[in-house]
């Protein structure tokens, strides 16, 4: 699914800004003997993170990968924890490699308290130090079967009580809450986040304006309601913003199927106007550039997007870029730099 470098290969660019440091604050992992044949483990991070942009810090976003295959339900994601702390362990002990310094798992926030503290105890154990919050995603839509990627939120999750009360325990427990969903989506994440403002949430890649199915060739006609639907949200003083997952298959750009892979002025182009609202919104110290790798090399490479997240912040201060690029990840995540 993502052994597609011959493709991206076709499109190369000098590097711009290579000594800005970077922590990337979300991607995934899968190892290669995972039953659905997704191969993107360390040394195909390690060949991302090595292409020319300083990037020396990871943070792991869940992503459904190497769970327990026996035992109960809800303690089955900590097989991904497992997983993820042996690759993190194998990328501190390799100098001059990108370390996996953070970790996010995923529990079903809706179970009760008590079970839930036994997922987020075992997650904590199994992280080896590395454990800061959990995603459990709230996308939902009723065309989801025309999407690329499949949603696994049932309809309505942000309303549901003891959902609430689960996000509202991450906070308690000093843990973070990430999540993702559709752009159809973002009134309701900016009720959650007004209903349990003790905790700390992280709204992942715009929203995603979705741009397939019935959404096809509605960007434009949806932009002005999601930049009003996005400053509903940042008046939540609790919620941070990652900017990237643009180029996902389901947000419609088209970039995936192309016969060249996209160049970072085209993504400019095409995205710069979502990433400068997200930026006048939440302002650069809410703001942390992501590059939810793999899923976006459908359509770009590492050293694109890096680049074009770069030209678009080119404006800014080089302490609101610092900010961006690395200091609000590690501020969020509870990460110290590498020595």
Same mark, same amino acid.
């Given at each position: 699914?993502?052994?597609?470098?011959?493709?991206?290969?076709?499109?190369?660019?000098?590097?711009?800004?290579?000594?800005?440091?970077?922590?990337?604050?979300?991607?995934?992992?899968?190892?290669?003997?995972?039953?659905?044949?997704?191969?993107?483990? !360390?040394?195909?991070?390690? $060949?991302?993170?090595?292409?020319?942009?300083?990037?020396?810090?990871?943070?792991?976003?869940?992503?459904?990968?190497?769970?327990?295959?026996?035992?109960?339900?809800?303690?089955?994601?900590?097989?991904?924890?497992?997983?993820?702390?042996?690759?993190? /362990?194998?990328?501190?002990?390799?100098?001059?490699?990108?370390?996996?310094?953070?970790?996010?798992?995923? /529990?079903?926030?809706?179970?009760? !308290?008590?079970? !839930?503290?036994?997922?987020?105890?075992?997650?904590?154990?199994?992280?080896?130090? !590395?454990?800061?919050?959990?995603?459990?995603?709230?996308?939902?839509?009723?065309?989801?079967?025309?999407?690329?990627?499949?949603?696994?939120?049932?309809?309505?999750?942000?309303?549901?009580?003891?959902?609430?009360?689960?996000?509202?325990?991450?906070?308690?427990?000093?843990?973070?809450?990430?999540?993702?969903?559709?752009?159809?989506? +973002?009134?309701?994440?900016?009720?959650?986040?007004?209903?349990?403002?003790?905790?700390?949430?992280?709204?992942?890649?715009?929203?995603?304006?979705?741009?397939?199915?019935?959404?096809?060739?509605?960007?434009?006609?949806?932009?002005?309601?999601?930049?009003?639907?996005?400053?509903?949200?940042?008046?939540?003083?609790?919620?941070?913003?990652?900017?990237?997952?643009?180029?996902?298959?389901?947000?419609?750009?088209?970039?995936?199927?192309?016969?060249?892979?996209?160049?970072?002025?085209?993504?400019?182009?095409?995205?710069?106007?979502?990433?400068?609202?997200?930026?006048?919104?939440?302002?650069?110290?809410?703001?942390?550039?992501? $590059?939810?790798?793999?899923?976006?090399?459908?359509?770009? $490479?590492?050293?694109?997007?890096?680049? /074009?997240?770069?030209? +678009?912040?080119?404006?800014? $201060?080089? /302490?609101?870029?610092?900010?961006?690029?690395?200091?609000?990840?590690?501020?969020?995540?509870?990460?110290?730099?590498?020595?």
């Amino acid at each position: 699914m993502f052994d597609n470098d011959e493709w991206l290969n076709q499109h190369r660019e000098d590097v711009i800004d290579p000594d800005r440091e970077i922590v990337d604050p979300h991607h995934h992992l899968w190892r290669p003997d995972n039953p659905a044949g997704i191969v993107y483990d !360390l040394p195909e991070l390690w $060949s991302d993170t090595d292409d020319g942009h300083k990037v020396t810090q990871t943070i792991f976003m869940e992503c459904g990968s190497s769970y327990r295959k026996d035992g109960p339900d809800h303690l089955k994601p900590i097989g991904e924890t497992e997983y993820i702390a042996e690759a993190a /362990a194998k990328s501190a002990a390799e100098p001059g490699k990108a370390t996996i310094a953070a970790f996010i798992g995923h /529990a079903d926030l809706r179970l009760p !308290l008590d079970t !839930l503290d036994e997922v987020l105890d075992a997650h904590i154990e199994a992280a080896k130090g !590395l454990f800061r919050g959990i995603r459990h995603a709230g996308p939902y839509d009723e065309a989801s079967g025309e999407f690329r990627i499949k949603p696994r939120a049932p309809k309505g999750l942000y309303k549901d009580e003891d959902f609430r009360r689960g996000v509202h325990r991450l906070g308690e427990r000093a843990m973070t809450y990430d999540t993702w969903n559709y752009h159809t989506q +973002i009134l309701d994440f900016a009720d959650l986040a007004a209903a349990v403002p003790g905790t700390t949430m992280i709204l992942d890649h715009f929203g995603t304006p979705l741009g397939v199915g019935p959404y096809a060739g509605s960007h434009k006609a949806n932009f002005s309601k999601w930049k009003d639907d996005i400053e509903a949200v940042a008046a939540n003083p609790n919620v941070y913003a990652k900017l990237g997952g643009l180029a996902m298959p389901d947000n419609g750009f088209g970039w995936d199927t192309r016969d060249t892979p996209a160049t970072s002025d085209e993504i400019v182009d095409a995205h710069g106007p979502y990433y400068e609202h997200m930026i006048r919104c939440f302002g650069p110290d809410r703001c942390m550039m992501e $590059s939810n790798f793999p899923v976006d090399r459908l359509s770009l $490479s590492y050293r694109t997007y890096w680049n /074009a997240a770069k030209k +678009i912040t080119a404006g800014h $201060s080089e /302490a609101e870029k610092d900010a961006m690029f690395s200091a609000v990840a590690r501020k969020v995540y509870k990460v110290e730099a590498d020595v």
